[in-house]
C-alpha cells in the first residue's frame, strides 16, 4: 500500500491551548469579520426600447442627497480600517519615492513675448507657483499665479486655464473650488493685482482671449457635464450681458475652445469619438460669426490650423491614417490642396505651425517621431533620436515667429528630458532633465527593441 509523504509544520508539537490562541489572533479574536457597508435597495425600473431595466441602487446617483454623502463616507471609513495595516509599508514607499525627486525644483524656462515663463515647486507647498521674469533669468521674478495662496482657508482647489492676454499684462483663470470640474472666472493684472472674480460660474476649463485684450470666450457645462455652449465675455460689464456665440445641439459633441498659435483664429472646436468639425473667429473682430472650415461628416476627423494666407487642414478623410490639405482662408477664393499625402506605413498624430515651419507630430514602428518641413523650400527631415525606446509628448511652444521647437523625451534609462531644437540648423540641446536621486547611473543599464 503507497503512503502519502508528510511534511511537518511544527504546530503539531504545540500545546493545544496554544494552538486555540493562534488560530483567533488569525481570526481577529474570534470576532466575525466586518463586512463592507451595503447600500438599501429602493426599486427603480426604466424602460428603454421595449426593454425593462431595474436597478435597486440607482438612488445612489444622487450626489447632493445627505444619505448618498453617508454612504460613500462609511465606505470611506471601512476602506481605511480594512487597510490600516498597510499604512507603515504605504509611509515607507511615499517616503522612498520622495527622497528620488526634487521637491524644490523648477520647470525648463520657456520664451514667449518678452518674458520667460515657468513654474517652480517648493517643499513643503501643496501646487507649483507659476511665475515669469522679464527678458532673462536674471531679471526679478514676478507671480503670475500662486495657487497655495488661492488654496487658502479652502478645502479644495484645481486650476483649469491660465490664459495670458496678448499684451502678457492680464491673466485669466478658470477655478475649480470643489471637485465639480465646474470652474468659476477670474483675472488679475500683472504682476501684483489682486485676483477679481468676473462671476461667471458652471464653465468648462478653457478660456481664451481675444486680440483687443478685453473680450474673452469660456463654455458652458450642460446639466449633463457637457461642454455646449460658448459665450463672449467683455470686461467691466456684467455677466448677465455675456452673448451666446455657439450652442452645440448634438448630445454626442463636446466643445473645445483654441486659437492658432499665429493668433490670428480663435478655434471652436466639435468633438465626438470619431467626427470633428471647426468653426473660427477672426480674433481681432471678437464680435464676428464663427465661421465653418469644413461641414462635419460623420467618421470624418480633422484639425485646423493657421499661417499666411492659409488654412492646413490635418484629416482622415480618404487618408485612414490622415493626410495634411492646404487651402484658403474664410470668405477666401481657393480650394484645397493635399501637400502631405496618406503614408499607411505611418500615423499622424499632430500638426503644429511656425512662421516658417510645419511640424507634424507621427506615430511610425510604434514610436513617436517629429518631422520638419521648411516651408519656404519645401525640404524636410526627421528629428533622430539615439534611444531605442523611448516616449515622446510636446512641450510649451507658444512663440509663433521661431526657429525653436521644444519637446520631451524618456526611455527605459532616462527620466524626462526637455529638449531644444533649432529647425534651421538642426541643431539639439538639452534644456533639462529630471534628477533621479539614490545613485542611479542610466549608464549602468542599457536598452533593446526586438
Not at 500545546?15 to 466586518?34: D, K, M, N, T, Y
Not at 499666411?308 to 478623410?317: A, I, K, S, V
Not at 534651421?424 to 542610466?442: C, F, I, N
Amino acid at each position: 500500500m503507497r503512503t502519502l509523504p508528510v511534511v511537518s509544520s511544527g504546530l503539531e508539537m504545540l500545546p493545544l491551548g496554544l494552538l486555540a490562541l493562534i488560530f483567533l489572533v488569525s481570526c481577529g479574536g474570534g470576532a466575525r469579520r466586518e463586512g463592507p457597508p451595503t447600500p438599501r435597495r429602493e426599486e427603480h425600473v426604466t424602460e428603454v426600447h421595449g426593454v425593462r431595466l431595474v436597478d435597486p441602487w440607482h438612488w445612489l446617483r444622487r450626489r447632493d442627497d445627505p444619505e448618498v454623502l453617508a454612504h460613500l463616507e462609511q465606505e470611506n471609513r471601512w476602506t481605511e480600517r480594512r487597510t490600516a495595516h498597510l499604512e507603515p509599508l504605504r509611509r515607507t514607499l511615499f517616503e522612498e519615492i520622495r527622497g528620488r525627486i526634487d521637491e524644490t525644483d523648477r520647470s525648463a524656462p520657456y520664451r514667449f513675448g518678452e518674458y520667460l515663463y515657468y513654474r517652480r515647486t517648493e517643499k513643503g507647498l501643496e501646487y507649483p507657483v507659476y511665475c515669469r521674469r522679464r527678458g532673462s533669468l536674471e531679471a526679478p521674478e514676478e507671480i503670475v499665479v500662486d495657487p497655495n495662496r488661492l488654496a487658502e482657508g479652502r478645502d479644495y482647489l484645481s486650476l483649469g486655464a491660465i490664459a495670458l492676454d496678448p499684451g502678457h499684462g492680464r491673466v485669466a483663470l478658470t477655478i475649480d473650488q470643489d471637485g465639480s470640474e465646474r470652474h468659476a472666472l477670474a483675472i488679475r493684472d500683472l504682476p501684483d493685482g489682486e485676483l477679481v472674480p468676473l462671476g461667471i460660474e458652471g464653465a468648462a476649463d478653457p478660456v481664451v482671449w481675444a486680440e483687443d485684450g478685453r473680450t474673452l470666450f469660456y463654455v458652458l457645462l450642460d446639466d449633463a457635464h457637457r461642454p455646449y455652449r460658448v459665450m463672449r465675455h467683455r470686461l467691466g460689464t456684467p455677466p448677465a450681458e455675456d452673448a451666446p456665440v455657439y450652442e452645440e445641439p448634438d448630445e454626442r459633441f463636446h466643445v473645445r475652445l483654441s486659437t492658432t498659435r499665429s493668433r490670428r483664429f480663435i478655434r471652436i472646436e466639435m468633438e465626438s469619438s470619431i467626427t470633428r468639425e471647426v468653426r473660427l473667429i477672426d480674433a481681432a473682430a471678437p464680435e464676428s460669426e464663427p465661421v465653418v472650415v469644413v461641414p462635419r461628416e460623420q467618421g470624418v476627423e480633422y484639425e485646423v490650423d493657421h499661417r499666411g494666407p492659409h488654412l492646413y487642414l490635418l484629416t482622415n478623410r480618404d487618408a485612414r491614417e490622415f493626410r495634411v490639405l492646404r487651402g484658403p482662408l474664410p470668405g477666401e477664393p481657393g480650394s484645397w490642396q493635399e501637400i502631405v499625402p496618406h503614408d499607411p506605413e505611418r500615423l499622424i498624430e499632430r500638426l503644429e505651425l511656425f512662421a516658417d515651419h510645419m511640424v507634424l507630430m507621427v506615430r511610425r514602428d510604434g514610436l513617436r517621431r517629429l518631422v520638419v518641413r521648411d516651408l519656404r523650400d519645401g525640404d524636410e527631415h526627421e528629428i533622430a533620436e539615439d534611444e531605442p525606446v523611448y516616449a515622446m509628448r510636446w512641450a510649451e511652444n507658444p512663440e509663433f515667429a521661431t526657429t525653436a521647437l521644444r519637446f520631451e523625451t524618456s526611455s527605459l534609462r532616462l527620466p524626462w528630458s526637455t529638449w531644444e531644437y533649432d529647425m534651421d540648423s538642426r541643431s539639439r540641446t538639452l534644456v533639462k532633465r529630471e534628477a533621479v536621486h539614490g545613485g542611479y547611473d542610466p549608464e549602468d543599464y542599457e536598452t533593446t527593441r526586438l
